[in-house]
């Protein structure tokens, strides 16, 4: 695990080294305020284990407090049911997916434990720090989450900004990274609309890394700046297709 982040109590600690075999690669986050923890995006039940195992050694177990996720895709919530049973945390979902969550085990036990996130986003207390959940709908999921870490100035974005072969944790040459991100950006999301929203949104942030849950992080104004223009002006989705689908023959 890699610490993004160390200072007066507070810290941002990342792993992207999990995924195995034909599985996407995915990035799972640790924040940690005064001893407190928020999970974000943990993954499928492949990674479980391991990550239970990486977290214990920065956390104790009754300090996770918080599990987030900031969509429905199985690479972030499959292991619902194994966090909630073995830990007091609550979980965090868009209020969009709560009713189809139970779908992928979740006991009756402990679903009562997921709080729904409203579609104008909420804000999280972990140890005394607030963490924003900030909207970022149809970026890809119609019920869509990003968090905001004040202190690190970390914006974690979920799909938006996923790359694939990457093998840095960091972009290094922006030019040479956009080949990429582009084939997920412009088959995944749906048209440029929420994306011109969201640079809108994102330029009101202080932000230093944006950190995606796969791929590469961007850090630094000047790359988190070439990746909000770049999104802003992207063309995507429908916006790419005809007037019809084709017919099989």
Same mark, same amino acid.
């Given at each position: 695990?890699?610490? &993004?982040?160390?200072?007066?109590?507070?810290?941002?600690?990342?792993?992207?080294?999990?995924?195995?075999?034909?599985?996407?690669? %995915?990035? +799972?986050?640790?924040? !940690?305020?005064?001893?407190?923890? !928020?999970?974000?995006?943990?993954?499928?039940?492949? #990674?479980?284990?391991?990550?239970?195992?990486?977290?214990?050694?920065?956390?104790?177990?009754?300090?996770?407090?918080?599990?987030?996720?900031?969509? +429905?895709?199985?690479?972030?919530?499959?292991?619902?049911?194994?966090?909630?049973?073995?830990?007091?945390?609550?979980?965090?979902?868009?209020?969009?997916?709560? *009713?189809?969550?139970?779908?992928?085990?979740?006991?009756? &036990?402990?679903?009562?434990? #997921?709080?729904?996130?409203?579609?104008?986003?909420?804000?999280?207390?972990?140890?005394?720090?607030?963490?924003?959940?900030?909207?970022?709908?149809?970026?890809?999921?119609?019920?869509?989450? +990003?968090?905001?870490?004040?202190?690190?100035?970390?914006?974690? @974005?979920?799909?938006?900004?996923?790359? &694939?072969?990457?093998?840095?944790?960091?972009?290094?040459?922006?030019?040479?990274? !956009?080949?990429?991100?582009?084939?997920?950006?412009?088959?995944?999301?749906?048209?440029?609309?929420?994306?011109?929203?969201? %640079?809108?949104?994102? *330029? +009101?942030?202080?932000?230093?890394?944006?950190?995606?849950?796969?791929?590469?992080?961007?850090?630094?104004?000047?790359?988190?700046?070439?990746?909000?223009?770049?999104?802003?002006?992207? @063309?995507?989705?429908?916006? &790419?297709?005809?007037?019809?689908?084709?017919?099989?023959?």
């Amino acid at each position: 695990m890699l610490e &993004l982040y160390s200072d007066n109590g507070h810290k941002s600690i990342f792993s992207n080294d999990l995924s195995v075999g034909s599985m996407v690669e %995915a990035n +799972q986050h640790i924040i !940690i305020h005064n001893g407190e923890g !928020i999970l974000l995006d943990p993954g499928g039940h492949k #990674i479980y284990t391991r990550l239970f195992s990486q977290l214990a050694d920065h956390l104790t177990i009754s300090g996770l407090k918080h599990i987030f996720f900031s969509h +429905q895709d199985p690479d972030i919530i499959a292991a619902t049911n194994g966090w909630l049973m073995v830990t007091d945390a609550t979980a965090l979902l868009s209020a969009l997916w709560m *009713r189809f969550i139970p779908h992928f085990g979740v006991d009756e &036990l402990v679903v009562g434990r #997921i709080t729904p996130i409203p579609d104008e986003g909420m804000v999280v207390n972990v140890g005394g720090v607030n963490l924003k959940l900030i909207p970022a709908h149809f970026l890809h999921s119609p019920g869509n989450f +990003q968090l905001y870490d004040p202190l690190s100035k970390i914006l974690y @974005t979920g799909d938006l900004g996923a790359s &694939l072969g990457t093998t840095d944790p960091f972009v290094k040459d922006f030019d040479a990274h !956009i080949p990429a991100m582009e084939g997920f950006h412009r088959r995944y999301l749906p048209s440029s609309r929420p994306l011109k929203m969201w %640079a809108k949104t994102a *330029r +009101q942030l202080d932000i230093e890394i944006i950190a995606p849950q796969h791929g590469a992080m961007m850090a630094g104004k000047e790359n988190v700046e070439r990746f909000i223009s770049w999104i802003e002006t992207l @063309t995507c989705g429908y916006e &790419l297709m005809g007037d019809s689908f084709p017919i099989p023959e």
